[in-house]
């Protein structure tokens, strides 16, 4: 009896054994699995997170921005609007016809040999 075989009792204790390292090795690597993808999941909300905040400020500055370029707008169109009416006004002021009805109307002025006559503003009483 020098070659004695393993009972079945050795190798079901064998057998046993090598299941529960099996169950062990994969309980482990499971906690581990489970422990990368809570970390990873943790990190993907805090990325989302700072990814919102930063998308939401940006839009709220560019609603701002719009604003501020309406409002500017608007003042642009005013002061051209008032550009041309100076711009109107220089060209009247050059006009020698202009001055002497400003003159006439505003100062009661009159040329050489004009004779002025001041009549009432209503004449229907």
Known sequence: MANKQPSIRE???????????????????????????????????????????????????????????????EEQEALLAEQERLEQEIENYNNPDYIGEVLRRDYFLTRPGETLYKLPESSSD
């Open 11 to 73: 190798l079901d204790s064998a057998y046993i054994k090598q299941r529960e390292q099996e169950k062990e090795l994969q309980s482990k690597r499971r906690r581990g699995l489970i422990r990368r993808l809570s970390a990873l999941g943790i990190i993907g909300a805090i990325l989302i997170g700072i990814i919102s905040v930063t998308l939401m400020a940006q839009a709220s500055t560019i609603n701002e921005k719009k604003e501020e370029q309406a409002s500017l707008q």
